[in-house]
């Protein structure tokens, strides 16, 4: 497992919204895509945070107008990201350390390129796993 790298696994097709977008959009795209979190980005492709339903605890204990609240209000911003090269193991040891489910790739010059969550995890592991005997 250490030699499989998180660019071979990592989702590309990105939920996206911006700091700006309000919470009540954001929750719509969510659920419209059954994804668990959304990468916040700026204009220019740079990741300012993540938002993810656990946010959404928050949101609803804090009754904040939802078609008034802007994502950046609730996003993470202090994000824990991979690389395409980095090792599934230490990106899975990553998730596991933090209890995290999603993880954003980022490139150093293209800025957000994917998304690697404990789903693309699994899913690989359920490929390579040879089923126990009868």
Known sequence: MDDILVGRLMSTTLH???PE???ERA????LANDVG???VIE???QLA???TTTDFVSIVA???PKDETPVKTYMTTDVVTASAQDSIR???????EHGFHHIPVVDETTGVIGMISSTDLTAYLSHIQTPSPS
């Not at 929750?27 to 969510?30: E, H, L, W």
């Not at 230490?90 to 596991?96: A, C, F, G, K, L």
């Open 16 to 18: 996206t919204v911006s």
């Open 21 to 23: 977008t309000l919470v």
């Open 27 to 30: 929750a719509q795209k969510m």
């Open 37 to 39: 979190s959304l990468v």
């Open 43 to 45: 204009s220019d492709n």
């Open 49 to 51: 945070g993540i938002l």
């Open 62 to 64: 804090e009754r904040r």
């Open 90 to 96: 230490d990106v899975s040891d990553t998730m596991i």
